[in-house]
């Protein structure tokens, strides 16, 4: 065909016209444009593009030095400090894969990972020294072990590593020739999913899909060389959603917060004039609660874009009232973080909130690198029609869809069913195209044989004006076979609320059938990405003994 077509006739690819994506580049781009530009800020540290550069490639050479390259697993375990940014750049520049690893998590789970992952090399924060000594010692092959000694505040142990992160970017040069990858599809990271629904999975992702969706960051929070990036969300998970690559992309500046300190967010805002920064909606509460003494005013309007859960309506109206402008993302691990956006149109600041707040709380339309969404049947991926009541399940494709799980072709062709990404979200499509979670595909909560959304529950009582958190999940039930039950954490300094004045307010707004039967007070179990840990709800609502009288919970104020 190419004979006869001359727009393919000696037009080839080649060296010239035609370079593997790597998001690397984006950081080799900005030292040599902006040498002097702001990257990193760490408390009183602040290193420019050229320096930042440099100790990327002083960690690329140095890690290439100890023979670690092409296929080979560099773990990290480390708060927002600039070494995790330094690794996100280094250690694909050295061709090596990196896992950074959830910090809040346990011995056992990370010494698995680090298994599952075959580590050559293991990165710490001397803060996480203990947890990392307990997870090395049940492993049979030790990776080198190199500490960062530079986190903010904590004591280190000290001793447990080979040598310091610092003494390991000696011995490599600042000028090191990272090899450019030859095939955009090597492997640049592997991400443990969260476990919100089960055992992690090692998702993988590639340098094209990380470029991809990095720069479609970059269109999406409007990134420029003027931005100032905080980051309130975990660089380990998702890679920070790509926003490590991404701000680099743009030359912005990258504002390190070890923390999440309600206090130090607002201080870093009005005094570094942050313009960006994200968050799950638990960290948006965690701002909106915090102590008055603890806030302060700004002037400038700082863009937020929120994900992981839908933000209720009160979260988004209190966040703008502090001078934030709220975006509303949806992604998961294996999609490189964001997939879906609610993209405001152009009416929708005129709207009265609560309209708006509704639009806004959706999923939205597909991300710029995601070239399919689809809400469809998971058997015959027939779409459903844009009804918004109809439910299928969210199937996604394009660039910035993961390779696969690492070592797990089973789960693999599962999650590629039919040629689409199955996310395990149910949803409906609106008339409008818009995207809209009604729950995960064990969320969903079926009493009397209908179906009972836990999200539409959870927002009715995140309306409650003593409620700060809300998870509705299944209970046994011998008559109906399953009854919501809500889990509830009461706002600390917020009015009281009783079991049945919760139950009331939510008979007062949806069916019957809806309303939870049982109301649990406490606070609620949480990944260390801030999501409710909805499994152990339902295990913990599967121990409730079945005539326990309602009340049984301990009443909070
Ligand atoms: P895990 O699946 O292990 O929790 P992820 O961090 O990848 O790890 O979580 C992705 C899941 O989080 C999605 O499948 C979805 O259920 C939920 N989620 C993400 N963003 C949103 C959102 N904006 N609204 C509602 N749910 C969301």
């Not at 492993?139 to 505040?153: F, K, N, Q």
């Not at 470029?211 to 269109?219: C, E, I, R, T």
């Not at 459903?384 to 390779?403: C, F, H, S, Y």
């Not at 595909?441 to 700060?468: F, M, P, Q, R, T």
Request: charged share 20%.
């Amino acid at each position: 065909m190419s004979d006869s077509n001359r727009y393919e006739r000696g037009l080839e690819r080649g060296p010239a016209n035609h370079v593997p994506l790597t998001p690397c580049d984006f950081m080799a781009r900005a030292a040599a444009i902006y040498p002097a530009r702001t990257a990193v800020v760490h408390g009183a540290l602040r290193r420019d593009y050229a320096e930042t550069y440099a100790r990327c490639r002083r960690l690329a050479g140095a890690l290439a030095a100890r023979g670690v390259g092409i296929g080979d697993t560099v773990s990290i375990l480390a708060p927002n400090v600039p070494a995790m940014l330094e690794a996100h750049f280094g250690v694909p520049m050295a061709g090596a894969v990196l896992n950074a690893l959830n910090i809040r998590l346990d011995a056992a789970s990370i010494a698995a990972m680090l298994a599952h992952a075959q580590s050559r090399v293991l990165i710490v924060d001397a803060g996480f020294a203990r947890v990392a000594e307990d997870a090395l010692a049940q492993l049979e092959c030790r990776p080198h072990v190199v500490a960062i000694e530079d986190s903010a505040g904590v004591e280190g142990e000290g001793g447990f590593a080979d040598e310091s992160y610092e003494a390991l970017l000696t011995a490599g040069t600042p000028d090191f020739d990272w090899p450019w990858p030859e095939d955009e599809w090597q492997a640049i990271s592997l991400n443990y999913t969260s476990g919100t629904t089960g055992r992690p999975k090692g998702v993988v992702y590639h340098h094209r899909g990380a470029y991809l969706n990095a720069l479609s960051n970059v269109l999406m929070n409007g990134f420029t060389r003027e931005s100032v990036y905080l980051w309130t969300l975990p660089m380990f998970h998702c890679n920070g959603w790509t926003h490590t690559w991404a701000v680099t992309a743009a030359a912005g500046a990258h504002i390190c917060l070890p923390r999440m300190e309600p206090a130090e967010v607002f201080r870093l805002i009005a005094e570094e004039r942050v313009t960006h920064m994200a968050g799950a909606p638990v960290v948006l509460g965690m701002l909106i609660n915090a102590p008055e003494v603890d806030k302060r005013q700004f002037e400038h309007v700082v863009e937020v874009a929120t994900g992981g859960a839908a933000p209720p309506a009160p979260v988004i109206a209190a966040m703008e009232e502090m001078g934030f402008n709220v975006t509303h993302l949806y992604g998961l691990t294996e999609v490189y973080g964001p997939a879906l956006v609610a993209a405001p149109q152009q009416d929708w600041p005129d709207l009265p909130l609560d309209d708006r707040a509704a639009l806004m709380a959706r999923q939205g339309v597909r991300h710029h690198a995601i070239q399919g969404a689809l809400v469809a049947d998971p058997e015959t991926l027939a779409p459903v029609p844009a009804d918004g009541v109809t439910t299928g399940e969210i199937m996604l494709r394009g660039n910035t869809v993961m390779k696969g799980y690492l070592d797990d072709t089973r789960a693999t062709a599962e999650a590629f069913g039919g040629g689409w990404f199955h996310t395990g979200d149910l949803a409906v499509t609106h008339p409008d195209g818009y995207i809209q979670i009604t729950d995960r595909a064990k969320d969903i909560i079926i009493s009397g044989g209908e179906n009972i959304s836990s999200i539409e529950v959870e927002n009715v009582l995140y309306g409650h004006e003593a409620v700060l958190e809300a998870a509705v999940v299944a209970r046994p039930d011998e008559r109906w076979g399953e009854t919501p039950c809500a889990f509830v954490a009461l706002k600390p300094d917020g009015p009281a609320a009783s079991e049945e004045a919760l139950i009331e307010h939510c008979r007062a707004r949806m069916a019957r059938f809806k309303v939870p039967r049982t109301i649990v007070f406490g606070d609620l179990p949480k990944t260390a990405t801030g999501k409710i840990m909805k499994f152990e709800l339902r295990e913990r609502a599967r121990g409730l003994s079945s005539d326990a009288p309602v009340g049984e919970s301990a009443e909070t104020a």
